[in-house]
T-cell receptor, first 115, second 113 residues
Framework: GQQLNQSPQSMFIQEGEDVSMNCTSS?????WLWYKQDPGEGPVLLIA?????ELTSNGRLTAQFGITRKDSFLNISASIPSDVGIYFC???????????????FGKGTLLTVNP | DTGVSQDPRHKITKRGQNVTFRCDPI?????LYWYRQTLGQGPEFLTY????????KSRLLSDRFSAERPKGSFSTLEIQRTEQGDSAMYLC???????????FGAGTRLSVL
């Protein structure tokens, strides 16, 4: 089963507000990825993180790889209506007899932006 | 467009029928992955290939499921004797080399009646 706890489950905000969401696990991950998914479509990569403590930006999006390697955060600044969608965190585990390439996903954060 | 391509986008079938989905990865990506996503959940790993070798299968992949990647390019996922519980979005992704970044296709939405 899934091992990533993503919160909040949903957010309803006003256009222009900043948004924060996070993902936690009881296990160590060596890669963190953040995806956005629109209804009926596949996930689209937003940000990739490879090292503990890493802070990476992509336009209005900023994500961080937690120093414990068990969590990650995504912030969206000055939200706009097209930010609406489901945001997923995903990660890969260190090799432990199984694949270290398969992704484990959180359950997602549904973001609604009110214009 | 050189992204991951999946066909068909939608499939409606009757319980007990067999279905097959196709995935064309990004050109020269050596790894190909299949995931399943149900409503309100994140994608769950099913299986993955490195070139033509199937290196790992999830316990979610019952013996009714089979995946192939015969020439290390496109892949097919077949579900035999479909059940209503198989209704889901089936996603394909690919990645290159040692990079962990996976690029996803638009998915195949399966509805089993």
């Amino acid at each position: 089963g899934q091992q990533l706890n993503q919160s909040p489950q949903s957010m309803f905000i006003q256009e222009g507000e900043d948004v924060s969401m996070n993902c936690t696990s009881s296990s160590i991950f060596n890669t963190w990825l953040w995806y956005k998914q629109d209804p009926g479509e596949g996930p689209v990569l937003l940000i990739a993180l490879y090292k503990a403590g890493e802070l990476t930006s992509n336009g209005r999006l900023t994500a961080q790889f937690g120093i414990t390697r068990k969590d990650s955060f995504l912030n969206i600044s000055a939200s706009i209506p097209s930010d609406v969608g489901i945001y997923f965190c995903a990660g890969t585990r260190p090799y432990s007899g199984g694949s270290n390439y398969k992704l484990t996903f959180g359950k997602g954060t549904l973001l609604t932006v009110n214009p | 467009d050189t992204g991951v391509s999946q066909d068909p986008r939608h499939k409606i079938t009757k319980r007990g029928q067999n279905v097959t989905f196709r995935c064309d990865p990004i050109s020269e990506h050596n790894r190909l992955y299949w995931y399943r996503q149900t409503l309100g959940q994140g994608p769950e790993f099913l299986t993955y290939f490195q070139n033509e070798a199937q290196l790992e299968k999830s316990r979610l992949l019952s013996d009714r499921f089979s995946a192939e990647r015969p020439k290390g390019s496109f892949s097919t996922l077949e579900i035999q004797r479909t059940e209503q519980g198989d209704s889901a979005m089936y996603l394909c992704a690919s990645s290159a080399g040692w990079l962990k970044i996976q690029y996803f296709g638009a998915g195949t939405r399966l509805s089993v009646l």
